[in-house]
């Protein structure tokens, strides 16, 4: 069951390694959908009709960035899944990978904050004298990724040593 169900996770990772990176294509070419999408998930209150083209382009340059610590995450995540659906459960590598997962989701737990508050102030820019925004957020949502983001980090860590100690322990034997 356990080698299924890492099969069923590693093709999800895939799915989502290929199917992100080529909506990110998609709206670059057609950024007023990109802008139409984006506007009801906003928080903020945006004079949409201030917002200009080059605004847009640099808010999905932002937000590419931002879901690319995402999806490099993801390719280790992987990596690891597919190790353990084939029956590879603690070796070097597959540690190696959760701890690279782990890294990259805590980086993307800490820069969430920083996204949003770049996309307040980068869609705000032509709002007149006054109003523009530099909006800030941190949430228990961030809160809770970014400990269990150490969490796996710890513990991927520690696999990583036991994975060279028990290679150190076959040379013995």
């Known amino acids: 069951m356990t080698r299924y169900f890492s099969l069923l996770i590693a093709w999800g990772c895939l799915a989502v390694l290929i199917v992100l ?3 990110g294509l998609y709206f670059l070419f057609d950024i007023d959908t990109f802008a139409a999408m984006v506007k ?5 209150p945006i004079q949409w009709q201030t917002v200009t083209d080059g605004q847009w382009y640099a808010f999905w340059l932002l937000s590419m960035v931002y879901i690319g610590i995402g ?3 993801f390719y280790f995540l992987r990596r690891a899944f597919v190790n353990f659906a084939r ?3 603690f070796n070097l590598n597959n540690s190696r990978d959760l701890r690279l997962f782990s890294i990259f989701l ?3 737990a800490l820069t969430r904050p920083l996204h949003f508050t ?7 820019w032509n709002h007149p004298p006054g109003e523009k925004m530099l909006s800030i957020s941190l949430g ?3 809160i809770e990724v970014v400990a269990l983001a150490m969490l796996l980090w ?10 060279k100690l028990e290679h150190e322990n076959r040379q013995f034997i």
Do not use: C, N, R, Y
């Not at 009801?40 to 903020?44: A, F, G, I, S, Y």
């Not at 770049?118 to 705000?124: A, D, G, T, V």
């Not at 710890?154 to 994975?163: E, Q, R």
């Open 21 to 23: 990176p080529l909506a």
């Open 154 to 163: 710890v513990v991927s860590d520690l696999l990583v040593k036991a994975s």
């Open 40 to 44: 009801p998930e906003m928080t903020l």
């Open 140 to 142: 228990s949502g961030e």
């Open 71 to 73: 999806l490099a995450g």
């Open 106 to 108: 805590f980086i993307q």
């Open 118 to 124: 770049l996309s307040s102030l980068l869609l705000s």
């Open 87 to 89: 029956g590879e459960f």
